[in-house]
């Protein structure tokens, strides 16, 4: 909590060099799409990515209506359906340009919400695809050109659910950990090599999206507060950060209680978007 008394959140600036690009994953509306508007507003050209081009040309269409002045490009890709071919592919439509920085906020819940033992193949499969082998694989295709255009950044979106442990959504919360230590591996690796990129996990919390329609209050946060939020985090000084100060005060708040309520609150706060009881609600 204390880096935010110290920090301008304008460290962002420092790696808009050369005519400088970021990626943006996910980002065809909800968080990505906010930090594609962020990103170009601070002075970056932005590849976005989705599966679905239509949309993203309408994001494209939009988003340089806004910021004339920048550029962006599309990478179409679906996520879930991960190969050596996909993501090659998506390193040639990259191309040649000045990335400087890669945004991994694309995730994906489980397809449904319900206990672990209820759930089926294909909820367990998209969500390990997008948020372990897709992300990993990305990772590592586009490092060498962040490591070749330092300075550089590396922004990796976590979630709250790994850090209290969210029943329900056990596979996209594992996903989560799973990010958090990559992260923080890839992050010993750049400083051991003295490379100048930064890595950052940035623990994010509930936020109002298209797909999570709950309504915005101290809690759950509008998208585009979150994508300023994680912009503004850039150059905290630490691997895993909260971005959002909503957020941060929840955080500390569950952290002063017992564990055992802890688990009491966060599974009497999923219990109602379990799709098993909802169904028998709607019989």
Known sequence: MLWRLFH???????????????LVTGASDGIGKALVDELLGRGFNVLIHGR???????????????????????????ASQV???????????????????????????????LPFAKQQWAD??????????FVAQLTRALLPKLV??????????????????????????????????????IDLEMRADGLDVEVLYLDVGEVNTTAHDVGESFIVVSSPSMGKAIVDAVGCGGVFVTPHWHHECVNSVLACLPRRLQDYFVTQSMMPRRLDLVDKKTQ
């Not at 301008?8 to 970021?22: C, K, N, Q, T, V």
């Not at 679905?52 to 806004?66: C, D, I, T, W, Y």
């Not at 367990?124 to 082998?133: H, K, L, M, Q, S």
Request: aromatic share 4%; net charge neutral.
């Open 8 to 22: 301008s959140g304008r460290h962002i600036e420092r790696y808009i060099h050369d005519d400088a690009w970021a």
């Open 52 to 78: 679905n081009a239509a949309k993203l040309e309408r994001v494209k269409e939009e988003m340089l209506a806004k910021h004339p002045a920048r550029q962006v490009a599309l990478v179409v890709c679906d």
């Open 83 to 113: 190969s050596y071919g996909m993501i090659e592919d998506v390193v040639h439509q990259v191309g040649d340009r000045n990335l400087t920085c890669l945004v991994n906020n694309l995730g994906a819940t489980e397809r449904r919400i």
């Open 124 to 133: 367990v499969e998209d969500t390990t695809n997008i948020g372990i082998r």
């Open 148 to 185: 070749a255009h330092q300075p550089s950044v590396l922004l990796n979106l976590g979630s709250s659910s790994q850090l209290v442990h969210a029943p329900f959504v056990p596979v996209y919360a594992a996903t989560k950990g799973f990010l958090l230590t990559l992260s923080q591996c």
